[in-house]
Every structure is written in C-alpha cells, then in structure tokens.
C-alpha cells in the first residue's frame, strides 16, 4: 500500500505578513470612511449646498469640492468602494486586490484634477498613495 497517496505532503499556507496586515487596516479605515462620505455627500448635495449658502459655513477647499458636483462624490463613492475591495481582496491574499486597488486608488487621483478645473494637483496625494501602492506590491509575493 503507498502511503503517499493517504496523506498528500502538506503545504504550508501562505501567511499575510505584518506590513500587509497594517496597509489593509489603514485602507479599511481610510477607504471605508472616504467611501461613506462620498456616499452621504452625494445623497445630501442640494442639502449640503443650503446649509453652506444659509449659514455661511466655511470648510477650507469643501466648497471647491462642491463645485465637481454630484457626479464628483458619485464617482468618489465607486472607486474608495473599489479601493476597500481590493484591500479586503489582499487580506485574503489574493493577487487581483492589488489590481483593483491600484487601479482604484490611480483614477481617485486623477478624480479632482478631472472635475474640479481649478483644483490644484497634490504632490503628497501622489507620494501617499505610491507609498501605499509600493508597499502592497512588496506583498505580492505572500499573494495567490
């Protein structure tokens, strides 16, 4: 009788390490929170535009954030769902999250750049998101 057919070799299962255990956090968090703002900044725009109007409210940038409009936070709303999808995606170690994460987290740079004309390109939005990108990538060999 051959024994090696009873009990196959075990292979040892990937493991996440620490460094993609704290970027996922983050970007559940970070992600999560951005994605339901854009949700509820979406579903309250005309809300939200008297309340500025009436009372006068001034939050530094927020009215030129306003100025892309609905489709401006729609479109937030997508890709940070698309961007914690891919986190969670790369928590349980599949490769295809850090796709959808990069790829998310590319076109919500280029979001405000795109619909707000005057809004100014940020160099630490660039920094902070290749930061991220480039530690999920150092990951990828932990990934199926």
């Known amino acids: ?34 994605s339901f703002s854009n949700l509820f900044i979406y579903l309250s725009y005309e809300e939200m535009l008297t309340i500025i ?29 698309f961007s914690w999808v891919g986190a ?15 790829g998310a987290q590319i076109f919500i740079l280029l979001l405000p750049v795109i619909l707000i004309p005057s809004y100014p390109f940020s160099a630490f939005s660039l920094l902070f998101t290749g930061v991220f990108i480039a530690g999920y990538a150092l990951n990828l060999k932990f990934m199926k």
């Open 88 to 102: 969670l995606q790369m928590w349980k170690l599949k490769k295809i999250g850090f796709h959808l994460y990069t």
């Open 53 to 81: 109007e009436d009372y006068k409210v001034e939050i530094p940038g927020f009215e030129m954030m306003m100025s892309g409009g609905k489709r401006f936070f729609i479109t937030g709303f997508i890709l940070y769902t």
């Open 1 to 34: 009788m051959n024994l090696e057919n009873i009990n196959p070799p075990q292979t040892e299962p990937f493991k996440r390490s620490d460094l993609l255990t704290i970027l996922c956090i983050l970007t559940f968090i970070g992600s999560g929170l951005a």
